[in-house]
């Protein structure tokens, strides 16, 4: 048996649908939808790859017997979400994506999860999470960090032991894949589009200027995109805290209108809190008096 048809058959074993890519390369080696001749398991009109992906190994032998495919893995018919950490192609004196996905580890509170690893051809690392239930991620390039991609439905990972010009996938950590993080499932979640942020009543005593800075600095927490989140956040946040040293606005109504926003713009909870409060913190302790300002 050859050594891409037992890689095959072991992604399958996983029950992860598999499917040929080109030989020594990474693009699928079924026809697309423009060359597609109607015929056999078209004949009903054109099946994609994520479609025709299969576990059965009938059909395995007999696609891998007829050349020597690489073996690329369906991640949303598979259920998995693999996140990956590229190289740079160019300056290889900059940050890769283990680094910029470390970053974001950090500024998160969390750890680099541990759980499947692939070290890629090119020097790069493949993270498998299992996908949450309910719902379907897509695909994302750099939405996370820099250089940090992810694969999920519409997606496809080159499994262990294709080979490419630039050297052989292999298997650095083989444990189970674990169940993505409550945090990255936040983060790839896309947001629905923000007409404006409902804010926690304000004091009927607070005053114009009070409320609408509220209004406009939550407002643009919540349009934030990354990068940029949590800086944002930081600094609206900051930027009200004057308001609470005068008493013109609440604490608790202040922290409860940035943890919305900040929430909205799709920083984790505890990130968010975090923030707001190292912020008002900040703010409040170096307010200058109202007639100094």
């Not at 499917?19 to 020594?24: H, K």
């Not at 050349?67 to 998995?80: E, K, R, S, Y």
């Not at 969390?110 to 020097?123: C, E, I, L």
């Not at 609408?212 to 946040?237: H, I």
């Amino acid at each position: 048996m050859n050594a891409l048809l037992t890689a095959a058959l072991d992604a399958a074993g996983h029950g992860w649908p598999v499917l040929p890519l080109r030989p020594g390369a990474k693009r699928p080696a079924l026809h697309g939808e423009a060359a597609c001749t109607r015929t056999g398991p078209c004949a009903g009109g054109h099946v994609k790859w994520e479609q025709r992906a299969t576990t059965d190994t009938g059909r395995i032998r007999a696609a891998w017997s007829a050349g020597a495919f690489n073996v690329g893995i369906a991640t949303g018919p598979a259920g998995l979400v693999v996140v990956d950490l590229d190289r740079p192609k160019t300056n290889a004196d900059a940050p890769g994506g283990a680094t910029t996905f470390l970053a974001l580890c950090e500024r998160a509170g969390q750890p680099v999860p541990t759980t499947r690893r692939v070290r890629t051809a090119s020097g790069g690392t493949h993270l498998y999470f299992t996908a949450p239930a309910g719902g379907r991620l897509a695909n994302t390039a750099g939405t996370l960090a820099p250089l940090v991609d992810t694969r999920a439905w519409g997606g496809y990972v080159v499994a262990v032991g294709s080979t490419t010009p630039a050297g052989t996938y292999t298997l650095e950590d083989d444990r189970p894949p674990a169940p993505l993080p409550e945090w990255l499932r936040a983060a790839l979640t896309p947001r629905q589009p923000i007409r404006g942020v409902s804010v926690a009543p304000v004091a009927v005593s607070a005053s114009r200027a009070a409320t609408a800075a509220l209004t406009a600095e939550t407002a643009a927490v919540a349009a934030q995109t990354e990068p940029g989140r949590n800086k944002r956040l930081l600094e609206g946040a900051r930027a009200l805290g004057r308001f609470v040293a005068w008493g013109d606005l609440p604490r608790q109504v202040v922290e409860e209108a940035f943890q919305v926003a900040g929430e909205a713009a799709g920083l984790p909870p505890a990130e968010c809190r975090a923030t707001i409060r190292s912020a008002l913190n900040w703010s409040i302790r170096t307010a200058r008096p109202r007639t100094a300002s």
